[in-house]
Nanobody, 125 residues
Framework: QVRLVESGGGQVQAGGSLRLSCVAA????????MGWFRQPPGKERIFVAS????????QYEDSVRGRFTISRDDAKNTVYLQMNSLKPEDTALYLC??????????????????WGQGTQVTVSS
């Protein structure tokens, strides 16, 4: 059974940086697209970033483009989200997701079959 485990969240002041990690545990899994989503309190899950299975195709939500960078290290079964110039509106629960049926990056929640439990990011002004 595949399990995705996120880490790296925390509390940071506006303008600061965090790097989130997501490890796929249980078996070798990273054969498809991977993504990061976020869920602010009381709101629905929304797309943040995605990377294709080769690591050379990426998509970003407009508000994070230029500030966030997604990457993957398949040898470590890990996907990363480097977050710079953080803003209070970036505060949310950040979830990692895997789409083994997809080769290309995807913004579409139903494309993702596996989800982690999330790691909380809180940005204070």
């Amino acid at each position: 059974q595949v399990r995705l485990v996120e880490s790296g969240g925390g509390q940071v002041q506006a303008g600061g940086s965090l790097r989130l990690s997501c490890v796929a545990a249980g078996r070798t899994f990273m054969s498809g697209a991977m993504g990061w989503f976020r869920q602010p309190p009381g709101k629905e899950r929304i797309f943040v970033a995605s990377i294709n299975f080769e690591g050379n195709g990426k998509q970003y939500e407009d508000s994070v483009r230029g500030r966030f960078t997604i990457s993957r290290d398949d040898a470590k079964n890990t996907v990363y989200l480097q977050m710079n110039s953080l803003k209070p509106e970036d505060t949310a629960l950040y979830l990692c997701a895997g789409a083994p049926r997809k080769f290309s990056a995807s913004t579409y929640v139903p494309d993702y079959d596996y989800w982690g439990q999330g790691t909380q990011v809180t940005v204070s002004s």
